[in-house]
């Protein structure tokens, strides 16, 4: 099992950064492909990143991401990152970290830290 624990959410203006972080803990993740979901309200959620397992050479985003959100890993920590630049308030979402993603689908998720963008 694999618990995972999301924080650096909060509200910020658009243009503006933050730094979403989503530790695990119950067994390391350098075997896993982790991902970053989000939900808005009334829709259904979505991906946004994800890493591969141990070489991290392939990142994969969503279109509406691309050039704006970074997915990074650090196995020693055990812990993944989403490094989101000029966000624009369509970003507004609770943002959930995902382990085991296959297909842009999590197996082990967070509970979830809430992206407010104002404009």
């Known amino acids: 099992q694999v618990q995972l624990v999301e924080s650096g959410g909060g509200l910020v203006q658009a243009g503006g950064s933050l730094r979403l972080s989503c530790a695990a803990s119950?067994?390391?993740?350098?075997?896993?492909?982790m991902g970053w979901f989000r939900q808005a309200p009334g829709k259904e959620r979505e991906f946004v990143a994800s890493?591969?397992?141990?070489?991290?050479?392939?990142?994969l985003y969503a279109n509406f991401v691309k050039g704006r959100f970074t997915i990074s890993r650090d196995n020693a920590e055990n812990t993944v990152y989403l490094q989101m630049n000029s966000l624009k308030p369509e970003d507004t979402a609770v943002y959930y970290c995902?382990?085991?993603?296959?297909?842009?689908?999590?197996?082990?998720w967070g509970q979830g830290t809430q992206v407010t963008v104002s404009s």
């Open positions: 119950g067994r390391p993740i350098i075997s896993y492909a």
């Open positions: 890493i591969n397992a141990w070489s991290s050479s392939r990142l």
């Open positions: 995902a382990a085991d993603v296959v297909n842009n689908q999590g197996h082990y």
